[in-house]
């Protein structure tokens, strides 16, 4: 059964950091594309970053220099460390697999998602 649960969400200040953590189970997240995406009130779902099977990865422009996606595959588990965080991080952040080696930017593109975790940056 396939599960992944994200942990490391919380409260911080303009400038702050965390790192996110999304657990994976059932598979192996060396065998496919991983992302992170993000949703605020009112606003659709968005991609943040994505890693490939031959560790490749992407981000969006407004992350970009700030966010780092990563794996662990010992561990199993995917990582976003987030730097000099603004209010506009602040949503709801899901790790998700996707359903193919190969990521694409699309929601569509991901079949398994985990419950999120909140991020909220105090300006």
């Known amino acids: 059964q396939v599960q992944l649960v994200e942990s490391g969400g919380g409260s911080v200040q303009t400038g702050g950091s965390l790192r996110l953590s999304c657990v994976a189970s059932?598979?192996?997240?060396?065998?496919?594309?991983m992302a992170w995406f993000r949703q605020s009130p009112g606003k659709e779902r968005e991609g943040v970053a994505t890693?490939?099977?031959?560790?490749?990865?992407t981000d969006v422009a407004s992350v970009k220099g700030r966010f780092t996606i990563s794996r662990d595959n010992r561990e199993n588990t995917l990582y976003l460390q987030m730097n000099n965080l603004k209010p506009e991080d602040t949503a709801i952040y899901y790790c998700?697999?996707?359903?193919?080696?190969?990521?694409?930017?699309?929601?569509?593109?991901?079949?398994?998602w985990g419950p999120g975790t909140q991020v909220t940056v105090s300006s």
């Open positions: 890693i490939d099977i031959d560790g490749t990865t």
């Open positions: 059932g598979y192996t997240v060396s065998n496919y594309c």
């Open positions: 998700a697999r996707g359903r193919n080696i190969w990521c694409h930017q699309r929601v569509i593109d991901y079949d398994y």
